[in-house]
């Protein structure tokens, strides 16, 4: 842990003192609930619902390796799902806001002329903002709900494509798959799972211009 902790910190320092360019990005989010109960029983019957995110941080070259590149930032992001429970007739809705804190390492795979592909990973910690759950008219409000009102660890991994616009000026659209840790919520535990489609703009901040 000590060592895990050490390598990120190390990694912020590093990213935010060689940073070289500004990130803003925003997109779409495909979110669904993994619920289960204190009996050890999965919610049925939830489906995905659609959100948007917005970010912006920082981009640098990780350590001393000049095809990884690490960034540090922070996002906006909306959740939720919705379900029903045929046997008693409720119909079930969830919408949450996270501020969160992301890191990530992305690493160019290949170039396509002056464009390029490149793989990503990010985790992220959050905190919420707000939320609600709708159960049939009534509505309650998840700031006071102990399943939510946590931290939530996400990890999400992804592939995108970029292309400079000018000297400046690069943008990028990416895909990215996420599923947030269990919650240690003894003995309900809910998990999160998103897909993202997004568009972002790289700034550069430096002169030296990054290939």
């Given at each position: 842990?000590?060592?895990?902790?050490?390598?990120?910190?190390?990694?912020?320092?590093?990213?935010?003192?060689?940073?070289?360019?500004?990130?803003?990005?925003?997109?779409?989010?495909?979110?669904?609930?993994?619920?289960?109960?204190?009996?050890?029983?999965?919610?049925?019957?939830?489906?995905?619902?659609?959100?948007?995110?917005?970010?912006?941080?920082?981009?640098?070259?990780?350590?001393?390796?000049?095809?990884?590149?690490?960034?540090?930032?922070?996002?906006?992001?909306?959740?939720?799902?919705?379900?029903?429970?045929?046997?008693?007739?409720?119909?079930?809705?969830?919408?949450?806001?996270?501020?969160?804190?992301?890191?990530?390492?992305?690493?160019?795979?290949?170039?396509?002329?002056?464009?390029?592909?490149?793989?990503?990973?990010?985790?992220?910690?959050?905190?919420?903002?707000?939320?609600?759950?709708?159960?049939?008219?009534?509505?309650?409000?998840?700031?006071?709900?102990?399943?939510?009102?946590?931290?939530?660890?996400?990890?999400?991994?992804?592939?995108?494509?970029s292309h400079p616009i000018s000297d400046n000026?690069?943008?990028?659209?990416?895909?990215?798959?996420?599923?947030?840790?269990?919650?240690?919520?003894?003995?309900?535990?809910?998990?999160?799972?998103?897909?993202?489609?997004?568009?972002?703009?790289?700034?550069?901040?430096?002169?030296?211009?990054?290939?």
């Open positions: 842990m000590k060592k895990n902790l050490l390598f990120f910190s190390l990694l912020i320092m590093t990213t935010i003192a060689t940073a070289q360019q500004l990130y803003l990005e925003t997109g779409k989010t495909s979110s669904l609930f993994d619920y289960e109960n204190s009996q050890g029983e999965q919610l049925q019957n939830l489906q995905s619902t659609n959100h948007n995110f917005m970010a912006f941080g920082f981009r640098g070259r990780a350590i001393t390796n000049r095809e990884i590149m690490g960034s540090i930032g922070v996002r906006y992001a909306s959740y939720g799902s919705i379900g029903s429970d045929d046997t008693v007739g409720n119909f079930m809705q969830w919408d949450v806001n996270y501020l969160e804190f992301n890191m990530g390492l992305d690493h160019k795979l290949f170039s396509i002329k002056k464009g390029a592909v490149f793989i990503k990973g990010v985790t992220s910690l959050g905190f919420l903002v707000q939320g609600s759950q709708t159960i049939n008219n009534e509505v309650m409000n998840l700031k006071k709900a102990e399943e939510f009102d946590q931290f939530l660890i996400d990890f999400r991994l992804g592939a995108g494509f000026l690069s943008f990028y659209v990416q895909y990215m798959y996420g599923k947030s840790m269990v919650w240690i919520v003894k003995p309900e535990k809910l998990k999160i799972e998103s897909k993202n489609i997004s568009f972002g703009l790289l700034i550069n901040l430096s002169k030296n211009k990054i290939k």
